[in-house]
Nanobody
């Protein structure tokens, strides 16, 4: 059973930065997979934010965060990071780490988010004006 544990999050003013991390346990990276983040604000639908394929670092970003968020991984530590820069109030949401099982391709399309098998408990990101 894959477990995901997020850390980071908190409150920041608009224009600020923040880092999130997601540690995987109960698995190995030998089973290549997609790992990433989605967010959900109250009253809004879930939104895929950024994803990385653990096999070769291929990344995918939502248009709303391109150029501001960066996803990366420490393969040896089975940890995925999300750097959030130039934050906006509309980035305020609960951020969840999510992961697939073994993944057959090297891309992680955002539209396939509903197929991801695992998710963490979430961490709150609040951006004030």
């Amino acid at each position: 059973q894959v477990q995901l544990v997020e850390s980071g999050g908190g409150s920041v003013q608009a224009g600020g930065s923040m880092g999130l991390s997601c540690s995987l346990s109960g698995t190995t990276y030998r089973g290549k997979r997609c790992v990433g983040w989605f967010r959900q604000a109250p009253g809004k639908e879930r939104e895929g934010v950024a994803f990385i394929y653990t096999g070769d670092d291929t990344t995918t970003y939502a248009d709303s965060v391109k150029g501001r968020f960066t996803i990366s991984q420490d393969y040896a530590k089975m940890t995925v990071f999300l750097q959030l820069d130039n934050l906006k109030p509309e980035d305020t949401a609960m951020y969840y780490c999510t992961a697939t099982g073994n993944w057959a391709t090297t891309s992680c399309p955002i539209e396939l988010l509903p197929t991801y098998a695992y998710r963490g408990q979430g961490t709150q990101v609040t951006v004030s004006v």
